[in-house]
């Protein structure tokens, strides 16, 4: 059935924000089934990861439409509010790019082990450029190259 069907069918579908189990509740056959289908061929497979990830603007369309309708009167406002939250959560699975937080890793090292303050602040700073945030990271301007922490100030001598 699923081959009659085809890929393109499917993938509609997943685009326009149907989840694989309202698909498989729709064509009468087991979730298991169209997972199996859409993931044993590589071309189906990489084409069913494209629909997903066009899928998120669906996702947060209805939740926007759910927000709109709260302040039309229409639904309770709480009810949409955690409704539009779902939405966007089901937005960044289908796409990281609208994660609220994004994917980075830096690892920092040096040849015996441990990590300098230096060298952790440089990863912070990379992180954060990663993350384009160009302004401010916990206080410090990062717009520049960091510069050498100081040595504290002695401790004042008694009189």
Not at 11 to 20: F, L, M, T, V
Not at 128 to 132: F, K, L, S, Y
């Given at each position: 059935m699923l081959d009659q069907l085809g890929i393109e069918d499917i993938?509609?579908?997943?685009?326009?924000?149907?989840?694989?189990h309202q698909i498989a509740r729709n064509l009468t056959i087991q979730v298991s089934e169209l997972n199996r289908w859409l993931h044993s061929d590589p071309q189906r497979s990489a084409r069913v990861k494209q629909a997903m990830a066009e899928s998120s603007e669906s996702w947060l369309d209805r939740g926007t439409d759910a927000l709109e309708r709260a302040?039309?009167?229409e639904v309770d406002a709480t009810a949409a509010r955690a409704y539009a939250q779902e939405c966007a959560r089901r937005a960044a699975i289908r796409n990281p790019q609208y994660r609220d937080k994004p994917d980075l890793q830096v690892n920092v090292t040096n040849d015996a082990g441990s990590t300098p303050a230096a060298n952790i602040l440089a990863a912070a700073i990379q992180l954060?450029?990663?993350?384009?945030l160009t302004q401010q990271l916990a206080g410090l301007v990062i717009e520049h190259a960091p510069q050498p922490v100081p040595e504290p100030l002695p401790a004042p001598k008694p009189e």
């Open positions: 993938c509609d579908r997943i685009e326009s924000g149907e989840s694989q302040m039309a009167g954060a450029r990663q993350a384009g």
